[in-house]
T-cell receptor, first 114, second 116 residues
Framework: AQSVTQLGSHVSVSEGALVLLRCNYSSSVPPYLFWYVQYPNQGLQLLLKYTSAATLVKGINGFEAEFKKSETSFHLTKPSAHMSDAAEYFCAVSARAGRRALTFGSGTRLQVQP | DTAVSQTPKYLVTQMGNDKSIKCEQNLGHDTMYWYKQDSKKFLKIMFSYNNKELIINETVPNRFSPKSPDKAHLNLHINSLELGDSAVYFC???????????????FGPGTRLTVL
């Protein structure tokens, strides 16, 4: 079974500062990994995904994440935060075969200060 | 041109009532899911259907009964609603389940259920 752990339920950064949201996964085999964003009172939107091609994955809105097998991590970064990035971010994992439901982390709320 | 739609968006009801939430996708996907997001924002899979066949059924009370009349629709019926059922319910769909190829899940806007 897969699982993900998101370190830090709340992260606050200043506008223009680096954003780093942490995600570690647990899986017996390399899984598929995802980052989703949820804006207030909205559904989930896929930011980016890792499916075994390049380990550095670029997503929408300037976000990227790096898959590090040795650290079982898939941290999300953005060089310069914008006020519009304020949202809840979820890391998720799924198996590569068979059961394909997503297992989500507990989420990290990103606040961006002016 | 909404990809995954849910109705209603908000649902307020009394304890003990029976209610349904509907989900439709126009993406031609084979697999659909129901997820529950609790008050602490934690998301968890409830059910999954592939081509109208139930393939995932987590440890959900049997008061919850999904129904898939066709592969574009997955409805969720809840009997005898309890306070603890208050949550946001998300429907999602993906191209297929099984095999070894990746498939992305597309989420609906959610249905906020409040049980009084």
């Amino acid at each position: 079974a897969q699982s993900v752990t998101q370190l830090g339920s709340h992260v606050s950064v200043s506008e223009g500062a680096l954003v780093l949201l942490r995600c570690n996964y647990s899986s017996s085999v390399p899984p598929y990994l995802f980052w989703y964003v949820q804006y207030p009172n909205q559904g989930l939107q896929l930011l980016l995904k890792y499916t075994s091609a390049a380990t550095l994955v670029k997503g929408i809105n300037g976000f990227e994440a790096e898959f590090k097998k040795s650290e079982t991590s898939f941290h999300l970064t953005k060089p310069s935060a914008h006020m519009s990035d304020a949202a809840e971010y979820f890391c998720a994992v799924s198996a590569r075969a068979g059961r394909r439901a997503l297992t989500f982390g507990s989420g990290t709320r990103l606040q961006v200060q002016p | 041109d909404t990809a995954v739609s849910q109705t209603p968006k908000y649902l307020v009801t009394q304890m003990g009532n029976d209610k349904s939430i509907k989900c439709e996708q126009n993406l031609g996907h084979d697999t659909m899911y129901w997820y529950k997001q609790d008050s602490k924002k934690f998301l968890k899979i409830m059910f999954s259907y592939n081509n109208k066949e139930l393939i995932i059924n987590e440890t959900v009370p049997n008061r919850f009964s999904p129904k898939s009349p066709d592969k574009a629709h997955l409805n969720l019926h809840i009997n005898s609603l309890e306070l603890g059922d208050s949550a946001v319910y998300f429907c999602a769909s993906s191209p297929f389940s099984g095999g070894s190829s990746y498939n992305e899940q597309f989420f609906g806007p959610g249905t906020r259920l409040t049980v009084l």
